[in-house]
């Protein structure tokens, strides 16, 4: 049979097929990966939340275990990956996305998203996004309505509400708390303050404690826990279905008390997230300008593409940044980074820059926490 006109919608299909022959699409020659028997796959960032409360928040799992939800019925990834996240920007228990993210150094809250669909590919992103909790969906909106692709501030806004977003306060009274006692902690000379946490130390603030209900322990702790690592969290979700179509999303309110302005690689299209429908996907987590540096989600797309597992691919990127800094883990200590990957074989992985990093899981059959390669260990 000769493939001579087949188009690529065509080539999706038959590739769906379970086809392990090279075709013609279009102009460019493709070899498509045997796709019979996959078995659907969702994984995400693990979101491991320790609340202002003192409980935990498992963001990871309620994301692949609601992806796969939709997949099994029927749905496209994209719609997918994004009600996914969604459950995450919705809930205050996770302070790295959406509502309840931490604000910027002016104490606003600045959203980042960026969407990607592997059978249209196409992509749509939005940036510094204020007062919508929701920018992975108005990401999706900018794929879907518009023919841009990046959306940043005010013009973001004014897009999402045209299109029917409600304008909320992000700000949480726990995140507000967080960042006035980080703001209160920078300078014993100027007129903020003075803060509980500003003195530090862990004697003292079991000492202070006396006194203080279970609850007011637990929201100190999370707070000083903000204050001891400056917070980069964010969620990115990968989904492939049975016919071999993958989707991804990355959704953050980025690094805590920000410039207000700066954006990380959430939204950069093959820095945060990357999807190549014939080849797979990657997305990250973590200190965002690093993984620009290095385009870390197409890097590990293209690693893939050459043959690399997921997990080998993911780790070479964690290697790229390790380079910039000369392998010197002094400087490396001030900042981690994570990846995640998937090939349209179903093969999963990732890799942190220290060890520690994990992602959730969702095979169909079950949700799970697995662990990621570590390049570096803390002593
Ligand atoms: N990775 C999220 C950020 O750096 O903004």
Request: charged letters at 25%.
């Amino acid at each position: 049979m000769s493939n001579d006109g087949i188009k690529r919608r065509d080539f999706i299909k038959q590739s769906a097929a379970g086809l392990s022959v090279p075709i013609l699409a279009g102009e460019t020659t493709v070899t498509p990966v045997a796709t019979q028997g996959i078995r659907p796959l969702v994984i995400s960032s693990s979101n491991r939340n320790r609340t202002p409360t003192g409980d935990v928040f498992e963001g990871g799992i309620a994301c692949v275990t609601r992806a796969m939800e939709i997949i099994k019925a029927g749905g496209d990834t994209l719609d997918a990956v994004v009600a996914g996240v969604k459950i995450v920007e919705d809930d205050p228990r996770d302070d790295s996305v959406g509502y309840g993210g931490l604000p910027n150094e002016e104490c606003d809250v600045e959203l980042d998203a960026s969407v990607m669909h592997g059978p249209s590919r196409r992509a749509g992103a939005v940036a510094s996004l204020r007062y919508i909790k929701n920018p992975a969906s108005v990401a999706k909106l900018v794929l879907e309505r518009t023919d841009h692709l990046l959306l940043v501030g005010e013009g973001a806004l004014r897009f999402a509400l045209k299109h029917g977003f409600k304008k909320e306060d992000l700000l949480t009274e726990p995140s507000r708390k967080a960042w006035l006692a980080w703001r209160e902690s920078l300078n014993p000379r100027d007129g903020w303050g003075p803060s509980p946490l500003r003195t530090g130390g862990e004697q003292e603030r079991k000492t202070s404690s006396a006194g203080l209900s279970r609850e007011e322990i637990a929201l100190n702790e999370w707070i000083a826990e903000k204050l001891r690592h400056r917070q980069t969290g964010t969620i990115n979700c990968l989904a492939l279905n049975a016919a071999g179509d993958i989707s991804g999303v990355t959704t953050t309110s980025g690094l805590a008390w920000k410039i207000p302005g700066r954006v990380g690689d959430s939204p950069i299209i093959g820095s945060g997230l990357y999807v190549d429908n014939e080849v797979g996907a990657a997305g990250s987590t973590g200190r965002g300008e690093e993984c620009i540096y290095i385009n870390g989600s197409h890097t590990i797309v293209e690693n893939m593409r050459r043959g690399m597992s997921p997990a080998d691919a993911a780790m070479d990127a964690i290697k790229r940044i390790s380079h910039r800094y000369g392998d010197n883990r002094t400087e490396l200590a001030n900042f981690n980074i994570n990846f995640y990957a998937i090939n349209k074989r179903g093969e999963h992985g990732g890799a942190s820059l220290w060890k520690g990093g994990t992602y959730a899981i969702h095979d169909g059959r079950e949700a799970k926490i697995v662990d990621c390669a570590w390049l570096y260990e803390k002593k």
